[in-house]
Each structure stands twice: as C-alpha cells, then as structure tokens.
C-alpha cells in the first residue's frame, strides 16, 4: 500500500510514529500549522514554530524516507488577540517562501467570533496575494454548519479565489455536500471518536463519490491515530472498494490537489 498523509501535525507525535506510517506506506506527510495546545503570547513563539516545522521536521521525516510539506498561517483558535494576529501575519509571506511550504493553512473558524472573521479575511488576501493554495479549517460540532458556511460565503466573495485551489477539511455529513456543490475540495479527518470515524468517512464516499476528497489523521495532540488512512484503506477493502478506488482516495487524490503547488514533488515509483 502507498499512500499520503495530506494533514498529520507531526510535532505532536514521536519518530516512533514516523518509523510506523513509514511501514505502512506513506510517502509524504503535510503539516498545517495549528494550535500547540496553548496560546502562544508572542509573535517570536509563532516565528519559532513556523522554522521547526519548515526545517526541523523535513529532516526528521527524511529520516524514514518520507518526504515533509508544511502549511503557514495563525490558527483560528488564536485568533481573538488582533494587535497579536496582526505581528504574526506580517511574518507568514517570509515563510511562504521557503521550499517545502505549500500554502497558507490551516485558516478558518474555531468559534466563529468577529475576531477570528477578521483574522481569516487577511488570511485569505496574503493567499491571494502570494498565489498560495489554501487549507480551511472548519469548526468542531455545533458550530460547524454555520462556520462552514461563513467560511465559503467568504472565499466566494473574494473573486481571486479559485475553489479548486482551496480544501475544505474536518468536513462531515451535513458540510460536505456544500462544499463540493460550490467547486471546493473536501477533507474528511478520521478520529476515533469526534469528526469521521472510519465507517462514517466511508459512507460518505458512498454517497458523494470520490472526486475532490481527501481523508487525512490530523494526528494531533489529541485522541487521535497516526495510522488512521490506511486503517480506513483497510475498511474500504472490506466494504468492497476496489484497490484502484482505494488507491485513488488514499494517494491521486492528494497528488490532484497538492500538485497545484510547484513545490509539490509527486514521489518516484
């Protein structure tokens, strides 16, 4: 089996992880920025992260063989301190040049407050501005209708976004519908418990095909399971999937996407 972790926070978890994705047949993993289980106080600790995630963890997945992409941006949960937000975003375009940065991601909505709409707007013009793909995160449980509607309402406002370059993630059965309708990849996240177990992930694939989706581990500091995509390859199987349906979901499908960006290097057969 092959296969890409299109969104691991890999800062989160142990070489041993890498050693066992490595096993299993990941190729490459892609690590948004995201919250470090507190908020930061200061745009140096923001300046700290983004360059572990740019330098550090290449070398330390390369380790196994497994190729290392990042995304930039300031997460959605920190996102309420404006004078804060505005000092790290003035930092993210010198990140988004460095080699093995893709885009800018994951933005979006955590409890969908003014602040955090501000925050995403600006986020949205440095893409734009840049030229940079985008990774949307959308919110967790009751909050996550209404903030990923928010979410597409402003992408679609914004006549420089082109949604087949930008993936909707954390999507669920009553959001995915809505972001595939409007032209936007979608991401399914595979959690034991919260967002898409592995059975639900693939009753969605029942109902909406497989064409602009991706399922990824998040593998953050969390409940959550490095190993989550090929377990769920491992269910498709069992459901009756094909192992070129299975192959598509698991491996094109994020090559589809992330070749969009020229830094992204398919991975030699």
């Known amino acids: 089996m ?24 990941c190729q490459v993993v892609c690590e948004p920025a995201f919250w470090a289980g507190f908020d930061r106080n200061s745009a140096a600790g923001f300046y700290d992260y983004f360059s572990q995630l740019t330098e550090q963890e290449p070398k330390r997945a390369a380790r196994y063989g497994i190729q ?34 893709l885009g ?14 501000k925050v995403l707007e ?3 013009d440095i893409a734009a501005k840049h030229d940079q793909l985008i990774l949307v995160h959308t919110p967790h449980l009751e909050d996550k209708l209404k903030g990923t509607r928010l979410i597409l309402d402003l992408l679609r406002n914004d006549s420089r976004i082109s949604p087949e370059r930008v993936i909707i993630d954390h999507v669920e059965e009553h959001t995915v519908k809505m972001v595939l ?17 592995s059975a639900r992930a693939i009753d ?10 991706w399922m990824n581990s998040a593998c953050d500091w969390g409940h959550s399971v490095p ?8 269910e498709m199987k069992k459901r009756g999937y094909s192992r070129d349906v299975i192959d598509k979901m698991i491996y094109r499908n994020p090559i589809e ?3 969009q960006c020229p830094k992204f290097k398919v991975p030699e057969e």
């Open 2 to 25: 092959r296969y890409i972790e299109p969104h691991g926070h890999m800062v989160s978890r142990t070489t041993d992880d890498y050693h066992d994705m490595a096993t299993a047949g």
């Open 68 to 101: 290392h992409y990042s995304w930039i941006c300031l997460n959605p949960k920190e996102s309420e301190n404006l004078e804060l937000a505005e000092e790290v975003l003035s930092i993210i375009p010198e990140f988004l040049a460095k080699p093995r940065v």
């Open 104 to 117: 800018v991601g994951e933005i979006g909505l955590n409890k969908n407050s003014r602040n955090e709409l």
């Open 122 to 124: 600006k986020h949205v």
């Open 181 to 197: 309708n409007r032209g936007f990849w979608a991401g399914m996240t595979l959690y034991p418990e919260s967002k898409c177990t």
């Open 204 to 213: 969605i694939l029942d109902l909406f095909g497989t064409d602009r989706i």
């Open 227 to 234: 190993l989550a995509v090929p377990r769920t390859a491992l």
């Open 257 to 259: 996407f992330l070749s």
